[in-house]
């Protein structure tokens, strides 16, 4: 029981180690690198803190070296749902009445072990198995990560000290209860950190989690695993489960008690979960809530006032970083007449100067995608940009899968501002640029609010200050993250809280209190001190 009101540490960002040549830091996690590689991990799943193998395995394989095995993963039958979502609504029991400083604690602790001797492991899994460079792993897997629990935290705190006022007499509370029944999180394999938050976010508010990584981010999912499990967090309350994701889910969201699903994937399978929800809503006991970030076409708009030289960087970190795998990517530019000649050159050096390869070479900017099928999809859009009238290819355009799925960074530029890669989400380290004429830059930017059906992340570059104005309203409803300057990925949390709308998802902003406000389902007190004892009202007197 409580016997203070108690103040957490203050949140910070964690600061982002550089990895420079010679520095301790890179030779240790290089070391670990390694000695990861060259491994093999039996990794099992968890009901009840139980490490279940069934025997029926998947080898993983890096995707810069498919022909490498760094281990193999246990897959889940139905029983083994079933057994988890029993497990967890038992262990909700305790958990959902556990004193809400020390569920903060166990992540507080989580956060500090993973700035030490869990950093090199989770960057290191991260690199081997979802190909992420030094840098794209530190932030993401080891310094994002650490944000999402401290700040959590921090927001978890300021939605318990929101409380209602009190007229004389009496004394009003707001009580945030946990969901009833237990969550679901379905989390994806470009971002570490978000596989964690996804399933911590509701677990830090009371709640109980049924958890299923992509196959593709199961490696460093269960370095997340062991890191929960040190930090202190009792077994049973995230349940992790691999295999068949449609029997999985129909398991879980046929149950009576499940009450929410927390979601990052594509914008097509969350359609379909939102559709299974809906026809199994009168099975429920409570309306689940439903959370969820899927896709995105980002974009870069330039207006003739831009810097080219910015434009160009924000265009090769924006669409280059992490092989332009980040739901935030840019993949499309809308880039003026008087600045293209500019633009091209600079992206065009830049990429003449970009290493593709292992993150194991830390001179490699760009590794590979996540798998097979992801680079079969995207070496048919760029091959048929080489055939198409329409597009010409500017920087790249090859691609190798012998020994690991690489692309090389590819800009396209396309004659129509609606070509098939202006409007479709490749999920790769293409861009498409349009370039438009100086005086319809108004227009261009209807161009961009209508083109994609989705509303993640974009920017706009320019020098005067009316257009910033202007196309800020304009673009509106275009992207949940807008950036004025500068490229459209890398949000911080606590600083720029992350989500967007129209197909992108609900917009329920990972890494704020907005998105912890889902996970609770509020219970207002009223306690009177004086009890009325007479049922009449003065103005039945005469």
Known sequence: MASGFYNVPKAVNEPVKTYAPNSPEKKSLLDTYKKMYNEKADIPFYIGGKEIRTGNTVSIHPPHDHQHTVGHYHKAEKSHVEQAIANALEAREAWSKTPWEHRAAIFLKAAELLAGPYRDRMNAATMICQSKNVMQAEIDAACEMIDFFKFNVEFMTEIYANQPISSPGIWNRMEYRPLEGFTYAITPFNFTSIAANLCAAPVMMGNVCVWKPSDHQIYSAQVIVELFKEAGLPDGVINVVYGDPVMISDTILSHREFSGIHFTGSTHVFKMLWKQIGENIGNYKTY????????????????????AKQVATAITRGAFEYQGQKCSAASRAYIPESLWADVKKYVVADLKSIKVGSPDDTSNFVNAVIHEASFDKISRFIDQAKQDKDAEIVAGGNHDKSKGYFIEPTVILAKDAKYTTMCTELFGPVITIYVYDDKDWKDSLKLVDETSEYALTGAIFSADRYVIDYA??????????????????????????????????????????WNLLRWVSNRTIKETFVTPTDYKYPFLGE
């Not at 275009?478 to 500068?486: E, Q, S, V």
């Not at 917009?507 to 209190?513: Q, R, V």
């Open 288 to 307: 689940p809530r439903i959370v969820g970030e899927t896709g995105g076409k980002d974009f870069i708009w330039s207006h003739p006032s831009a810097n």
């Open 472 to 513: 800020t309203n304009a673009l509106e409803n275009a992207a949940g993250n807008f950036y004025i300057n500068d490229k459209p990925t890398g949000a911080v949390v606590g600083q720029q809280p992350f989500g967007g709308a129209r197909a992108s998802g609900t917009n329920d902003k990972a890494g704020s209190i």
